[in-house]
């Protein structure tokens, strides 16, 4: 294992070392976010019974954090490593793909956590929080991180150039995060809209940890956690295969 983890203190280096710009300016990102939609909608959008706007906000903020930062860490690693054609050094030592995958997506979950608890420390002075479930706010968000680092490794895997890299988080990732219902409950969507919202897997990474802090989902908890485990089964098969064949790194 000696390999495995070199590489992956290498990943948590990586991101380390900017940790300004890949955990503090996520932070303040989230706390204008919050700061923004707080003041325009507080007092006048009440989405569950008893939940005040901003508390609502809070763990759609987190996890938005998680799951952006997540991809963020994965996906620009690769690409930098094959643009500026340092990962051959990845490639030569004897490391399985599973070790491959599993120090890519390592460091990219931690990155996502440590940023999203990070927001999460920011922005909960601005609302009352409970915490209903603790334990699946902890699943969810590990679940989340997961997936999302196994989409960036696949979107590093696939993309030449930096350019490509900003295509799939602006047209695939960014829209999806901000469809999941990090901002409203899809429940006050119109019925069509309510049935796509539920095509997209990030809404139940978002619906389920929100309930992790109040109890209450447009979902059943249960069903969430059941999609997120199928979705990261199939993204893993998928970059373990991709990782096997080279694709786009040996040839």
């Given at each position: 294992m000696l390999g495995f983890q070199t590489f992956l203190y290498k990943e948590l280096l990586r991101f380390w070392?900017?940790?300004?710009?890949?955990?503090?300016?996520?932070?303040l990102t989230s706390l204008l976010y919050l700061l923004?939609?707080?003041?325009?909608?507080?007092?006048?959008?009440?989405?569950?019974?008893?939940?005040p706007y901003t508390s609502f906000l809070v763990p759609g903020l987190v996890m938005m954090a998680v799951l952006q930062?997540?991809?963020?860490?994965?996906s620009s690693s690769l690409i930098q490593s094959k643009v500026t054609g340092?990962?051959?050094?990845?490639?030569?030592p004897p490391l399985s793909p599973l070790e491959?995958?599993?120090?890519?997506?390592m460091a990219a979950m931690l990155r996502g956590l440590a940023v999203g608890g990070g927001v999460?420390?920011?922005?909960?002075?601005?609302?009352?929080?409970?915490?209903?479930?603790?334990?699946?706010?902890?699943?969810?968000a590990v679940l989340g991180s997961a997936i999302l680092g196994t989409m960036g490794l696949i979107a590093g895997i696939w993309a030449e150039k930096f350019d490509q890299i900003a295509a799939f988080q602006n047209f695939i990732v960014m829209p999806a995060t901000f469809l999941s219902g990090v901002f409203y409950s899809v429940r006050s969507l119109p019925d069509f809209w309510q049935a796509v919202s539920h095509l997209n897997p990030f809404f139940y990474m978002?619906?389920?940890f929100r309930y992790g802090f109040f109890g209450v989902s447009d979902?059943?908890?249960?069903?969430?956690?059941?999609?997120?485990?199928?979705?990261?089964?199939?993204?893993?098969?998928?970059?373990?295969?991709?990782?096997?064949?080279g694709y786009k790194l040996r040839h």
């Open positions: 070392k900017v940790s300004v710009q890949t955990v503090g300016a996520p932070i923004v939609f707080s003041h325009v909608l507080q007092g006048r959008l009440q989405v569950y019974e008893g939940v930062n997540s991809f963020a860490n994965a340092n990962v051959v050094f990845v490639l030569l491959l995958f599993g120090g890519y997506v999460f420390a920011v922005t909960g002075w601005f609302a009352h929080l409970s915490f209903a479930h603790p334990l699946w706010i902890v699943a969810f978002v619906d389920g979902v059943a908890p249960l069903i969430s956690l059941l999609v997120m485990l199928v979705t990261l089964i199939v993204v893993a098969a998928l970059t373990l295969a991709l990782l096997r064949s």
